[in-house]
């Protein structure tokens, strides 16, 4: 018996460190245990990153710099909610409503120079002609992104995306693959999606570090 608690304890503290994690670069979506369950299929990537993304988005909002409690309660209250079916995600209206069209969404320059349109998912990959899919990029960003995925470039660049992008491109995922039927779809048989999905963050970096990713 003491063994197996041990054994439940370490898992715990794994468990832990998928959001508390120093590292910005997202990780791989390979399946791996959490307090809430397994990781195994597609809707539950997504779902965990999102649940990730809303307790960084509260711990930013909070001003603290490290996660707590409150952080690891709205993580798993959210993915649990999302998996069952009792909580959703909110509209991409308000993404597109806050995302700034006076500057570049990436690196915050103001015009001049022009700002160009850039998509989140890429058109040659399928990415949906729409304005929710759309940007606004300065330049330099648009053309050092060029035909790339949001998740590729920032990966690439081995930065973590800033939240309110990142918010809007798991929007879109989740939504075509609600569309294309495929949430239940298992990791480990490579479902042909638009989106990046070898990108998508499973662990999220302190609080701290965003406030240098604007």
């Not at 993304?53 to 952080?71: F, M, N, P, Q, V």
């Not at 590729?152 to 660049?157: G, I, L, V």
Request: hydrophobic share 35%; proline share 7%.
């Amino acid at each position: 018996m003491e063994e197996h608690a041990k054994s439940r304890g370490r898992k715990a503290r794994v468990a832990e460190r998928s959001l508390d994690s120093n590292s910005s670069e997202p990780a791989a979506p390979t399946p791996t245990k959490k307090r809430t369950g397994q990781v195994d299929t597609v809707g539950e990537l997504l779902y965990w990153s999102y649940a990730c993304l809303a307790a960084a988005c509260a711990a930013e909002k909070a001003g603290i710099a490290r996660y707590d409690t409150r952080c690891w309660m709205i993580r798993a209250k959210l993915f649990k909610g999302l998996r069952a079916g009792t909580m959703k995600v909110g509209s991409l209206f308000a993404d597109v409503r806050d995302m700034p069209s006076d500057r570049c969404v990436y690196c915050g320059a103001t015009p001049p120079p022009k700002l160009h349109g850039d998509h989140l998912i890429p058109r040659h990959r399928g990415g949906p002609e729409s304005g929710d899919n759309l940007v606004w990029a300065c330049r330099s960003c648009n053309s050092s992104k060029n035909a790339r995925d949001l998740l590729e470039w920032y990966a690439s660049k081995e930065k973590f995306p800033p939240l309110l992008l990142l918010r809007r491109y798991l929007k879109l995922a989740m939504a075509e693959a609600d569309a294309r039927q495929i949430m239940g779809t298992n990791l480990v048989d490579r479902p042909s999606v638009t989106f990046s999905i070898e990108h998508v963050p499973v662990k999220y970096p302190q609080p701290s570090e965003f406030r240098g990713m604007k």
